[in-house]
């Protein structure tokens, strides 16, 4: 048999083929930071929701339970009272002016405070002074803005009124911070009405709070309120006032105690809900700490959350800030010492004065005098005022009246009603007496013929001295001219609340 070669196999291996690199250290990072770029916003805004509610339920819940009892045991020790009187006084208004840009209505998120410093005696030594900033209230509108400096409380049964003058008027006063007085000037109005009659905001505020009738009516209609304080006996420089005190002495009811809790709990689970959200990544006990510490802290939280929930979701933060800000509106009085309190210092002062500005040429000249013999009320101040004025009017010489006269009717087309009331019955006792010249009766039926032409300032039952402003147009309607008597009838009668 032939041998045969015996055929070798060889394996043949195929080339291994060439494996995907792997992604290079600078593509990783790009990538993961595009994806966390992308993602982030949206945890934050999920996280925000949970979290923004949860700082309005625990804030409340705080207030309605536990807060009581700390304020029932922080004041246990105000036994002693002293009387008090307001040495000065403002109502401070502030805004976000860079929150604000371009929109024009600013009073519409603005906040009004008002402060006042109040000196007190005692068997202590030399008079303390103490300041107290009461109720932090939404503005909502410029309208709104002579009601606020109008009124008689700075928070539930704490006394507030404006300065008076050396004649006994009231002198309207707000302050304003150096960032929002810019704005202010720098805009321009936002009503349509105010923007005719000013060229930026800033003059539409100064005109709007001219009311020198309002602030003389104030000063003479009313006397300076008491402004009784509680006080620790030991420690007379921290007085508070009475109502005040008294307020925070109950520790509530089962009722109150009950919300509080529920309160509390719904809060804290919302609270740990959003923190999961937001911190979920971090190590277990990291993250706990990170979500119970702040829970910690909910005494002193105040206003504080809002502004550390803008650094997570700004938008949220505002509106959450703006519902903190309504839970305990007439709860909030913050003392401290003068110097320390709300634009004490710093800022823009703003004061109206009667016989100043846009009416120093009609009520400047007018000699007040003293005010009358206080405890007075609305009706009498009118008719002191208005007498007072009568006599000044009865002192000018005839072109002096006529002149007068001719810049009342300028001041009422011009929309400027704070003072033209008080001249009306001079202007009707002299308009068809043959005793005085053509020119200056002349003069007067003009200006009493503008002061009832629409648009004019009806008196409302809100006015201090209504029915004695009402009782002037009915006079005015008993004079020989038709068609101001006609329209003088009118005004009185559309002024009677139905």
Same mark, same amino acid.
């Given at each position: ?13 195929a080339p291994a083929s060439p ?90 998120? =603005? &906040? *009004?405070? +008002?402060? $006042?410093?109040? !000196? ?6 030399? %008079? @303390?002074?103490? /300041? ?62 105010? =923007? &005719? *009659?000013? +060229?930026? $905001?800033?003059? !539409? ?6 009311? %020198? @009738?309002?602030? /003389? ?66 190590? +277990?006990? $990291? ?10 802290? @909910? ?84 008719a002191a005022l208005v007498a ?11 072109e002096q009246r006529e002149a ?95």
């Amino acid at each position: 048999m032939g041998k045969q070669r015996a055929g070798k196999r060889t394996a043949t291996v195929a080339p291994a083929s060439p494996a995907d690199p792997p992604a290079s250290g600078w593509r990783a990072f790009v990538l993961g930071n595009a994806v966390g770029l992308a993602v982030s916003p949206l945890i934050r805004l999920i996280a925000a929701f949970p979290l923004g509610f949860a700082i309005v339920l625990l804030s409340t819940g705080w207030l309605v339970g536990p807060a009581r009892l700390v304020d029932a045991w922080q004041y246990r020790s105000y036994t002693a009272a002293a009387q008090g009187r307001i040495v000065d006084s403002w109502l401070a208004i502030d805004f976000d002016a860079a929150a604000q840009g371009d929109r024009g209505n600013w009073a519409g998120p =603005a &906040r *009004a405070t +008002h402060c $006042a410093v109040v !000196a007190y005696d005692g068997e202590w030594g030399d %008079p @303390l002074r103490r /300041a107290y900033c009461g109720n932090r209230l939404n503005v909502h509108g410029e309208e709104t803005l002579p009601m606020l400096v109008d009124d008689v409380t700075m928070a539930p049964g704490v006394p507030f009124a404006m300065p008076r003058d050396a004649h006994g008027f009231s002198v309207p006063t707000i302050r304003i911070g150096d960032t929002e007085s810019a704005w202010l000037k720098a805009h321009p109005p936002f009503s349509g009405f105010d =923007a &005719r *009659a000013s +060229h930026t $905001a800033w003059d !539409a505020l100064r005109r709007r709070l001219d009311r %020198p @009738l309002d602030a /003389a009516l104030a000063g003479w209609g009313t006397s300076p309120p008491a402004f009784p304080l509680a006080l620790d006996p030991r420690d007379p420089g921290a007085a508070m006032p009475a109502a005040f005190v008294a307020a925070k002495r109950s520790p509530g009811n089962a009722g109150a105690w009950l919300a509080g809790a529920l309160l509390l709990a719904a809060g804290i689970w919302l609270w740990l809900r959003g923190m999961n959200v937001l911190i979920g990544g971090l190590p +277990h006990a $990291a993250m706990l700490f990170a979500a119970i510490g702040p829970l910690l802290l @909910l005494p002193w939280w105040g206003e504080r959350m809002p502004r550390a929930l803008a650094h997570v979701q700004p938008q949220i933060a505002e509106i959450i800030g703006d519902m903190l800000a309504d839970i305990d509106v007439t709860g909030r009085l913050v003392a401290s010492s003068p110097a320390a309190a709300q634009l004490a210092h710093g800022g823009e002062r703003l004061v109206w004065r009667v016989g100043e500005g846009a009416y120093a040429d009609t009520l400047g000249p007018v000699d007040w005098g003293s005010p009358p013999a206080l405890p007075a009320d609305a009706t009498k101040a009118l008719a002191a005022l208005v007498a007072r004025v009568s006599a000044h009017v009865a002192a000018l010489a005839p072109e002096q009246r006529e002149a007068l006269f001719a810049r009342l009717r300028d001041d009422k087309d011009a929309g400027r009603y704070g003072g033209g009331l008080l001249f009306v019955p001079a202007a009707a006792d002299l308009a068809w007496d043959d005793a005085h010249g053509a020119d200056e009766r002349r003069a007067a039926a003009r200006f009493l013929d503008a002061w009832v032409t629409s648009p004019v300032e009806t008196p409302s039952p809100t006015d201090a001295g209504f029915a004695a402003r009402v009782e002037l147009f009915r006079r005015l309607a008993e004079v020989p001219d038709a068609a101001i008597a006609n329209r003088a009838r009118a005004i009185a009668d559309d002024a009677q609340p139905h």
